[in-house]
């Protein structure tokens, strides 16, 4: 059976682009994504990538993961993580990726939250833009790759457990298709869409995640969320614009309605947004304060100048002003249950990035390892369809009709729902 494309990969976010450029040119691949291809959470990454610095940095790293997450995190996944890390930067640096640096020419590392040491490579404070463009760029000049922007999944081709494509529309025209192949990677992102205030894009809804649960695939850690503790205060909903957790770790303080400090600001993430909401009810105030004033102004404009800009739009200064923040969904540490090699309980569909779910974070992320690991694990998907020849798909598609798919958008609010449904019924009461 001739197929369209070897390998489908859903998603141009980090996971998915580093999968697309770790796979061999002989290779024909299909890359779609919902919106344009810049429009993916990866871009809008602030903090940076933490990397290993050297064997003594270790068991800090491994303990400094293993703490955040609650100590439920996947052993093997860190391990595999850290160790994987400097070859990653170096791969970075090999496609022309910028980190800031010292006037020495030395790396610049900083510190976040929960972390015991600056390991934090950083581009100022949009390193995540920094990353996704050069690998974008990079996979836009691959010969092998097809790429089709404002183009949704509305479902995987599978018999008998086995998959062999995916429907998808495009959207400009409206017309769907079936597009076959011997592997799907599914990098959609997580599902920050599903909420009214969010650091993610409004179009980040989860889609993969329902489908994988419509075709019974197994999920893991469904009620593992990440809630962000400082996102810029906004009395309307929509995404929420983050204040980065480096902020902090460079040593900006939170203020309470009385400008007193009222906490340890590198906490860990859930702990310190537990905090931070009930400072806000004892205050009865909508938000809390964050103050970088302290730092001056070269060291502002030097790490954060995408925040300084963004927040001079809004009306603050911050060199001046306290900023107002908040609170907001950021992160999936659950997902669809992948091994290392990123396959899931369906063979030939693979996933990876936060739409996955290997353990590696636990039940909370601890800060700036999100792009690590998509790197690391994408990087396995593609060596595992490289060299494994186990979990290779390909099925009939004969047994699927385009008619039910007419109404897209009434698929595609089930899909929603299955995810609520299954986050609601795995949350413990």
């Given at each position: ?219 893991q850690n469904m009620d593992y969320v ?46 310190l947004t537990a905090v931070i909401l ?85 039940k909370n992320r601890l800060a700036s ?61």
């Amino acid at each position: 059976m001739n197929k369209d494309y070897d390998i489908i990969i859903v998603g141009t976010g980090a996971a998915g682009l580093y999968c697309a450029l770790n796979l061999p040119t002989h290779l024909r691949v299909l890359m779609i994504t919902k919106k344009e291809a810049k429009a993916s959470d990866s871009f809008l990454a602030q903090g940076g990538i933490c990397v290993l610095r050297g064997e003594k940095d270790y068991d800090a790293f491994y303990e400094d993961t293993m703490k955040a997450g609650h100590y439920v995190n996947n052993p093997k996944a860190v391990d595999l993580m850290i160790r994987s890390s400097n070859a990653i930067i170096h791969d970075l640096l090999n496609h022309d990726i910028q980190f800031n640096q010292d006037e020495n020419g030395n790396f610049s590392y900083t510190k976040e939250g929960a972390h015991s040491r600056p390991r934090i490579m950083h581009h100022q404070d949009i390193t995540g833009k920094e990353i996704t463009s050069g690998l974008l760029d990079a996979v836009r000049s691959l010969p092998n790759v097809d790429l089709y922007e404002n183009t949704t999944m509305l479902d995987i081709v599978e018999t008998d457990n086995v998959c062999g494509g995916i429907v998808l529309e495009h959207m400009n025209t409206g017309k769907q298709q079936i597009v076959t192949s011997s592997y799907v990677v599914l990098s959609t992102g997580g599902l920050g869409g599903l909420y009214d205030n969010t650091t993610n894009f409004q179009h980040i809804t989860g889609d993969a995640l329902g489908i994988a649960i419509a075709h019974n695939v197994t999920m893991q850690n469904m009620d593992y969320v990440q809630i962000h503790p400082t996102s810029l205060y906004s009395e309307t909903n929509g995404r929420r614009f983050l204040i980065s957790e480096s902020v902090r770790g460079e040593g900006a303080y939170l203020y309470d309605k009385n400008l007193n400090r009222f906490t340890d600001e590198l906490m860990p993430r859930d702990k310190l947004t537990a905090v931070i909401l009930n400072q806000m009810e004892k205050d009865g105030t909508p938000h809390v304060w964050e103050d970088m004033r302290h730092m001056g102004k070269e060291r502002i404009m030097s790490h954060f100048p995408n925040i300084y800009d963004h927040c001079l739009k809004q009306g603050i200064n911050v060199l001046k002003d306290l900023i107002p923040v908040v609170p907001a969904q950021h992160y999936f540490m659950g997902g669809i249950a992948v091994n290392l090699a990123g396959q899931t309980s369906m063979r030939g569909l693979y996933a990876c990035g936060e739409t996955a779910c290997n353990g590696v974070h636990g039940k909370n992320r601890l800060a700036s390892n999100s792009l690590l690991e998509a790197l690391v694990f994408s990087k396995r998907v593609a060596e595992d369809i490289m060299f494994s020849t186990d979990h290779k798909g390909g099925c009939s598609t004969e047994h699927v009709k385009l008619e039910q798919y007419k109404d897209k958008e009434a698929l595609l609010e089930h899909y929603k729902k299955l995810v609520l449904a299954e986050m609601e019924r795995t949350t413990p009461s």
